[in-house]
């Protein structure tokens, strides 16, 4: 009887690590596709090469990691020529969309810059630009609509920028000695404040044809 409770308690050890094992959100995949996983910290010592570290035991170059995600936020590698960096994914499904976020200090505030990037059917990430997304969407035409807008949008954005620049500058140049063409510098300014219009509805056009294109 007590062997037989002994064994019982074994076996209920075993199957409780086996599911918490299999329900650790937090890996690193490698080079050789091989999945690592559980709860792990990342170091950049200054006097070595950035590496992960599971436990006391288990250190993990991050020359040698593909992808990692800790909390369900997952990044993977990204390559293009010498350039190696790791992105942010944002949307998974057959087309995933990656984003970098860049931030330039500015006087007060730092300004956000972000780039987007994606991956069709677990495939090389590329840059998501138009060319690249309308062959990736090529067989979607409900994607391509949302994508031909958020192109369009894009040249309205930066067309108005490009004229309220231009009114600034023509404003500059006409002005002389005790004479200001406010008015111009107003309105150049206020074109170019007015762009910002089309940014907003442009930016959710780019993940409406990716999630279309997920969810057909």
Request: net charge neutral; hydrophobic share 40%; charged share 20%.
């Amino acid at each position: 009887m007590k062997s037989t409770i002994i064994l019982f308690l074994f076996v209920l050890i075993f199957s409780s690590s086996d599911m918490l094992a299999q329900t650790d959100t937090n890996f690193v995949l490698l080079e050789n596709g091989e999945k690592v996983y559980g709860n792990y910290q990342f170091f950049r010592p200054s006097d070595r090469p950035a590496f992960f570290m599971f436990g006391d035991s288990l250190n993990i170059p991050l020359s040698k990691v593909n992808a990692y995600q800790i909390n369900n936020d997952y990044f993977a590698r990204y390559r293009e020529g010498m350039v190696s960096k790791f992105l942010y994914r944002t949307i998974t499904g057959k087309i995933d969309l990656f984003e970098e976020n860049l931030y330039i200090p500015g006087r007060n505030v730092a300004i956000k810059y972000t780039y987007e990037y994606f991956s069709k059917d677990n495939g090389n990430i590329i840059e998501a630009n138009y060319e690249n997304l309308s062959k990736a969407l090529a067989d979607n035409m409900e994607s391509l609509g949302h994508l031909k807008k958020y192109n369009t949008l894009g040249y309205v954005q930066w067309g108005m920028v490009g004229a309220g620049a231009a009114i600034i500058v023509t404003g500059l140049a006409t002005s002389g000695k005790g004479k200001s063409n406010m008015g111009m510098l107003i309105g150049g300014a206020v074109v170019a404040a007015l762009s910002y219009i089309p940014y907003l509805i442009r930016e959710p056009e780019l993940r409406n044809a990716i999630n279309c294109y997920n969810n057909k």
